[in-house]
Each structure stands twice: as C-alpha cells, then as structure tokens.
C-alpha cells in the first residue's frame, strides 16, 4: 500500500504496547477535570472494589484515535468515533492497541474495528470509527 492509497478491508493497523503511569493518569485527571481517587490512590481504588488505581475510559479512548491518526496519511480525520468500555485497565500494565479496516467506501471513508487487549487477552476497550483517508488514490 502506498503512503496514501485506500487501505482494503481486513488490513490490519499496526499494533501497539502503551503503559500508564500515575503520573499519566494524575496530569490527565487534571486536563479532563475527573479528580476522582481511583485513578491515583490505591487505597481509595480498593476501597471501591478495584485492585489498584485503574486508567481513566477517555484516556484508553484517546490511545486508540492516537492509534488510528498515527496510521492515517496526515490530514486524514475521524468523522465517528463511538466507544464501549468493557473492562477496566490498572496503571502500569500493559495496553494492546490494535485496530482492523472493516469496511472502505468509494468516496474515502474508512470503516475501522479497534479495540484495546489487557495482559490477559481480555478486550477492555472497543470502538467502531469512520475516518475520512486523506489524500487516496
């Protein structure tokens, strides 16, 4: 596939490994306004039922478009982006980030599957997207 020509149903976007820090998790509370304890202090998150301080939904979400405009030509851009949290995330483990084409139509759009994995195969995080690929041939 060249730079900027249409991928094909089935391609698969290239995978990726993220790690959460508290430090991550502490700054992005603070942009997205979510003070919440269960993304900084273990004891509050196991006071809660958690095993330890979890990744915020939003923060697994942006992983995921970072993903995919990552893959994109540049000025490629994302037209949907609906997200189902299924699992929660705990700070320090690892996160797969992977992604499929699912569908592409004639004028451009990019039909995408992505999802992130937990250290136990177990998804925690799907999205369904439609990205307008720039630049196609």
């Known amino acids: 596939m060249s730079a900027n020509s249409l991928p094909t149903p089935g391609s698969a976007l290239p995978s990726r490994v993220r790690f ?13 306004q979510d003070p919440s304890p269960i993304h900084f ?16 939904g939003f923060l697994k979400a ?5 993903l995919t405009l990552g893959w994109a030509p ?3 851009w994302i037209q949907q982006f609906a997200v189902r949290y299924r699992g929660i995330d705990l700070v320090g483990s690892p996160l797969l980030c992977q992604g499929v084409v699912t569908d592409v139509t004639a ?6 599957e992505l999802w992130i994995e937990d250290e ?3 998804r925690t995080t799907d999205v369904r997207a439609r990205l307008h690929w720039e630049g196609r041939s």
Request: no cysteine.
């Open 120 to 122: 136990a195969g177990q």
């Open 107 to 112: 004028d451009g759009v990019v039909g995408l």
């Open 74 to 76: 540049p000025g490629s």
């Open 62 to 66: 942006a992983l995921l478009e970072e």
């Open 41 to 56: 202090d273990d004891s509050y998150a196991r006071d809660r039922g958690f095993p330890s301080v979890i990744v915020h």
């Open 20 to 32: 959460t820090t508290r430090t991550q998790l502490v700054r992005y509370a603070g942009a997205a």
